[in-house]
């Protein structure tokens, strides 16, 4: 492929839909699932327009039902169809938690391989909209607990579409949480069929004082901390995880070894979140004798996310609150 | 009734220890006998025993807590037993963190008003103040580039929150003064198979596990284990900056090669010797039986004059007279021996290093480490061999030291009896060691 023809600017979510058409194309047994995602075109106009183009038997609006939905989904997976499932927010999969953890995760495990739940659900996830409690978390490390899923969760149009095609070549359960805010965002996006490596961290920015592991939008924040940071002479090099479930150990333990310090940004609660098992991790290993400060976590409020868009803005971390934590880290100031 | 576990006495002039590490959680099972924790002292390290058999409760004082002398730190409980939870004393007060360990006299434990059982986890818990604690405040970098560099924490300054020292503050050793690289990695150890519990062999200072060659050929049949110290043979060369980091890579080299034993003999020479009693001291359970030919650490004086002049020479020529110190008469080093022996210290980078681990252990010509208190602790059956015509440390050392061992006082053996009269010194082993 000749990366400077084939490289479009395009955005997060025409990223995603442009993986859903091109699995489409190519595989007949991948099916759209979801509730609006047909004539409604998605509650965040992701599949847009896929209903014209491959029909209402391909592009099915389910009822408003997500255990339901979820489990039709599961089903047609473990008969040989490739479902993608699309949640109205990750927040609703909390009623579909039986089909996802108690069934897709496990049914490899509990029928000893002879069968598998090939399934990709999409989740937009993430605060930022005005959305308030109950349609802005961000609870990917809820299900980083589970065995038998993977979890992702891209933070550029070019991953999300590489990791949906990866989740769609994936035998198993793959939740991809997208974030409602980088929907709009526009990046450079190869075209064709690619598969983004699943359980493969990507080193966004080179640095030597300090390590900040961040997931989904976090990315760009800590990207843009640390393009302030670089100013007052302070490297920060930034981890992008893209995979929750499995953790890129190799990458972060190397990065730590070579800083010595670490910091974990993510948009879901603090405590017992995707800090928590990073931290655990890196104490735990080789790179522990390399640590010279302690591990920061930052991560959301001990709140349900606020409405009121200044408390919002304030109950997750921000480029500021980014930047403040990496520059005393870094300044071995903690 | 609960049994109580105090904190020991161990050394004459000891009013507090530092409860290093608990080898039984409280709620577990242990018998009597078994070790129960750690604790340090300004000058060593050793085991507490359990008391008795039974459920470890109510403890009150946690690793790094300084506690006085005869202070209750837990209680060993009967299945079921309630119990009163003792007061810990793990503190003195803030702001006259010396007043306490100058008194010579431990407190006496303070009665405890009555709670009842359900309360006590809580309550029991000590409070211990970070401030006043004693222990050096370092990142992990930090201590692992000390313990590269062979520097010790406690004589840095953190520049950290909190004064905790970070990596940065480790300042690599005189490399260009001293004109030699400090080498990281554990001690070599090798070994030679045979039978019995094995014996394990700690050279002196400027020898090296080939030293004991005359009395492994005297010796056949037992298994051997054999450390290089640091600096020696073929161990890292590292900066020592005192005994009691000798000792503590010694002690990560025992454990390490001892692992899967149950029980060793220990032989060690002259600074070996000193070693050996350091190891004895914090390992008593592995150490079968002990024996010491002229070890260091028994008193100050030490001939500095022979100690720098090995160290320093170049040639054999300067080698073989402080060599001819070593041995009860100068005629047991010819100058071929001299020359072997100068071509085994041959590399510069050894010499230099050696040296400066003499102005360390040896200071202005004293030896700077006491091991009289250890000696006078040892339980392992000990037995102590010197040469009456040792040249280097004298034997009145070992007449006016306290403890129950051994001595065999031998005629015709000055500082290294076991290369002078290997077979007489093996046969002292065979009386001595266990099987």
Known sequence: ?334 | MPVEVILPKVDMDMSHGTLATWHVAEGETVTKGAALFDIETDKAAMEVESPASGILRAVTAQPGDKVPVGAVVALICAEGEVWDAPVPQTRVALGQPEASSISVKPPAPVASPTQPAATLARSAAPSVEPLSDPRPRATPAARQAAREAGIMLEDISGSGPRGRIQAADIVAPHVAVTGWTPEYGPLHVTRRKGQGVPLLMLHGFTADSQSWAPLEKAYPDRALIRIDLANHGRSPRRRIAGFKELARMVVDAFDDATRDLEQVNVLGHSLGGALALALADVRPRKVSSLVLIAPAGLGPEIDAAALNGITRATRAESLAPWLRRLTATPEAISDDYAKAAMHSRKDSALRAAQADMAAALFADGTQTFDLRPALGRLTAPTAILWGRQDHILPQSQVISAQGDFALHLLSGAGHVPQIEIPDRVARILVQHLRD
């Open chain 1, 1 to 334: 492929m000749n990366a400077m023809t084939d490289l479009r600017l395009m955005t997060y979510s025409e990223a995603i839909r442009e993986a859903m058409a091109i699995a489409l194309e190519a595989d007949p047994t991948v099916i759209l699932m979801g509730e609006d995602i047909g004539v409604y075109g998605g509650a965040f106009q992701v599949t847009l327009d896929l209903i014209d183009r491959f029909g209402p038997d391909r592009v099915m609006d389910t009822p408003i039902s997500e255990l339901g939905g979820a489990g039709v989904a599961v089903g047609a997976a473990l008969t040989g169809l490739k479902p993608i499932f699309e949640f109205q927010f990750s927040d609703f999969a909390m009623l579909a938690m039986e089909q996802i953890v108690n069934q897709a995760a496990k049914l490899r495990y509990m029928l000893g391989g002879e069968a598998s739940v090939p399934v990709v659900f999409r989740l937009p996830s993430g605060s930022g909209t005005g959305a308030a409690a109950q349609h802005s978390q961000s609870i990917e490390a809820w299900f980083g607990h589970v065995p038998g899923l993977k979890v992702l969760q891209p933070s550029t149009p070019e991953d999300a579409k590489g990791m949906l095609l990866a989740a769609l070549a994936d035998p198993d359960p793959v939740m991809i949480f997208e974030h409602k805010l980088l929907y709009k965002m526009k990046g450079e996006v190869p075209a064709g069929h690619y598969l983004t490596p699943i359980g493969k961290a990507a080193i966004r920015r080179e640095g030597t004082d300090v390590t900040i592991v961040a997931g989904s939008i976090m990315v760009h924040r800590a990207l843009e901390a640390a393009e302030k940071l670089a100013a007052e002479g302070i490297s920060a090099e930034v981890i992008d995880l893209r995979s929750i479930r499995p953790i890129d150990h190799a990458t972060i333990l190397a990065s730590v070894k070579k800083t010595g310090r670490l910091m974990v940004v993510y948009e879901g609660v603090k405590a017992f979140g995707v800090g928590a098992e990073i931290s655990a991790m890196v104490s735990e290993s080789e790179a522990f004798d390399f640590l010279d400060a302690p591990i920061l976590r930052l991560g959301a409020a001990d709140a349900p996310v606020p409405y009121n868009p200044d408390l919002e803005r304030a109950a997750v971390p921000q480029v500021d609150t980014i930047e403040a934590a990496a520059r005393r880290l870094a300044r071995r100031e903690v």
